[in-house]
């Protein structure tokens, strides 16, 4: 099974770069199942119901998420309506869930704690969460979101979770990393996909709003940056059967 990751979408533009280029990915690339961060999609903060469903008409699988789920409240009383979005599974009695299983493919969202709102631990989070996908005799490929801002902390949760999941993919940066890698056991790492989204900004935002947020000090307000976008995703093949992965391969790209 080949599965995409597509990273933070962020804002009008990210989902424009989705619907161009998704389509024509799925097809070269062979692709069997679409997992994409979602949780910038609305104006670079938070998520809606049309930016979902722009996603998932686009040919989108699954939207995972991270600290910006809720930045939108009107999501908030569809988390339990049945949309395939979930959110990190280690917020403490959140609306909505923390992974979903569709297509043959468990998706899990976790969120880490480094640099971050203090969540409940998300390695032990994954353990509970990992037990009870046994019991539940759920597909035996998993993959993981790991929306998290440290390097550290995701490499540890790439070791930790090593041979008990199909791939640990890292969010949240919007800076993609040259790590990919598949680890001795079978798992597939990748400190951070990426974004897609303006490729002429800083993270998404538009460049000479935050050059004055970092020079002035002052507070204002971040827009999303105008002009090519890139597309950064992570493509991930694994064994149905074992849910070993047997490559990992950075995908990007740029549309004007």
């Not at 999609?41 to 789920?69: C, F, K, M, P």
């Not at 493919?105 to 509970?128: E, H, I, K, Q, W």
Request: charged share 20%; proline share 5%; with cysteine.
């Amino acid at each position: 099974m080949r599965i995409l990751m597509i990273g933070d979408v962020i804002g009008k533009p990210g989902r424009d770069a989705v619907r161009a280029l998704l389509p024509v990915l799925k097809k070269k690339k062979s692709i069997d199942f679409v997992i994409c961060n979602g949780e910038n999609t609305a104006g670079g903060y938070g998520i809606t119901a049309d930016t979902a469903s722009e996603l998932l008409e686009s040919g989108v699988d699954v939207l995972t998420s991270g600290n910006h789920i809720w930045d939108k409240k009107e999501i908030i009383p569809l988390m339990d309506e049945g949309l395939p979005l979930i959110r990190p599974a280690n917020y403490p009695d959140a609306p909505g869930r923390g992974y979903i299983q569709q297509g043959g493919v468990t998706v899990v969202n976790l969120m880490g704690r480094v640099f971050m709102a203090s969540l409940d631990c998300p390695f032990r989070t994954a353990d509970a969460l990992l037990k009870q996908l046994k019991q539940e005799g759920q597909s035996k490929v998993i993959i993981v979101d790991f929306h998290a801002e440290a390097t550290s902390e995701k490499q540890a949760m790439g070791w930790y979770l090593d041979g008990r999941v199909s791939a640990v993919l890292g969010t949240h940066t919007h800076v993609g990393t040259v790590d990919a890698k598949v680890l001795p056991q079978g798992t597939a790492y990748l400190t951070d996909v990426g974004m897609t989204g303006p490729s002429d900004s800083v993270i998404g935002s538009d460049k000479e709003a935050v050059l004055k947020r970092f020079l002035t000090s002052l507070p204002n307000q971040l827009s999303v940056a105008a002009g090519p976008c890139m597309l950064n995703a992570a493509l991930v093949e694994v064994d149905e059967d074992t849910g070993k992965a047997s490559l990992i391969e950075r995908i990007d790209r740029t549309v004007n």
